[in-house]
């Protein structure tokens, strides 16, 4: 069976480290590469849930299986003394008083594995309750995040607005400049002229 929880893991572990990868390029990063950031900060902690309740599982399995051993155990021995109940019912009172305690022991202990198993269930509820309102405090967090951006990067495009329209009027007032210098020009080429012609003429 594909283990969803690994393969979510790995991906987010992939994602975080474009993330990261972009962060190094200087490129901007949008609200979903910041939910990924915040999201791999507690990853970690989810995998370490994971293995805790794993550890718990194979804990619970092998005292289940004590648990069947002792059982099988306690068959094997009842069929023995069946076998042998009519040459030896004084010896039968005394293993049925064994059994019984033996019985007991038993019960007492898978009495006491389930009142320890109750305290694990009641742990990791409570873990999981706190990681669900770690979860939440951090959802918080990114919109809060997302909005104070998304009002930065509003502000900063109104002033690149601003800034292209500045530009766009000097390069106005340059053309302006540029056109007043040609005039200009043309003027004194007109002047030099006629001194020039002026000259000439009275050299004549």
Do not use: C, P, W
Request: proline content about 0%; aromatic content about 2%; overall charge neutral.
């Amino acid at each position: 069976m594909v283990d969803v929880s690994a393969i979510t893991y790995d991906a987010l572990r992939v994602a975080a480290e474009h993330v990261l990868a972009k962060v190094r390029e200087g490129k901007r990063l949008g609200t979903e590469d910041i939910f990924i950031l915040y999201l791999g900060t507690i990853v970690n902690e989810l995998k370490d849930v994971r293995s805790e309740v794993a550890r718990l599982e194979d804990k619970i399995d092998k005292t289940s299986q004590r648990i069947d051993e002792t059982n099988k155990r306690i068959d094997e021995l009842a069929k023995s003394l069946s076998a042998r109940i009519d040459d030896t019912n004084k010896r039968m009172d005394e293993t049925a008083k064994s059994l019984s305690a033996r019985i007991d022991e038993t019960n007492k202990r898978i009495d006491e594995t389930n009142r320890r198993i109750d305290e694990v269930v009641k742990s990791l509820s409570a873990r999981v309750d706190d990681l669900a309102k770690r979860i939440d405090e951090t959802n918080g967090r990114i919109d809060e995040l997302a909005k104070s951006l998304s009002a930065r990067i509003d502000d900063t495009n109104k002033r690149i607005d601003e800034l292209a329209k500045r530009i766009d009027d000097l390069a106005k007032r340059i053309d302006d400049t540029n056109k007043r210098i040609d005039a200009l020009q043309t003027t004194l080429l007109e002047i030099q002229r006629l001194l020039m012609e002026l000259v000439r003429s009275r050299q004549q």
